[in-house]
């Protein structure tokens, strides 16, 4: 029997509004960031990728960013 392994990886999906604040801490612009991991699920904006991935277990998540999309400043995150 041979064993493969398959990853699945969500697709990222355009003009998606923030889960958390639904657009208004980012002045209603599209949620640049998926977070994959499976406690999250979810698009951010940069400042709540900031706030929720700042807590304890949540530091590490790697966001998800659509190919060619503009990429915040990286100083702001532990990834």
């Known amino acids: 029997m041979v064993g493969t392994t398959v990853e ?12 958390e604040c639904q657009g208004a801490r ?3 612009k599209f949620a640049p960031f998926f977070c994959a ?6 698009y951010y904006c940069e400042q709540c990728w900031v706030q929720i991935h700042s807590r304890n277990g949540r ?3 790697k ?6 999309a503009e990429r915040p400043r990286p100083a702001l995150y532990r990834w």
Do not use: F, S, T
């Open 8 to 19: 699945v990886k969500p697709y990222v999906l355009d003009n998606q509004m923030c889960d």
């Open 63 to 68: 966001p998800l960013v659509k190919e060619g």
């Open 59 to 61: 530091e590490y998540h």
């Open 37 to 42: 991991n499976v406690a999250c699920l979810q």
């Open 26 to 28: 980012c002045g209603g």
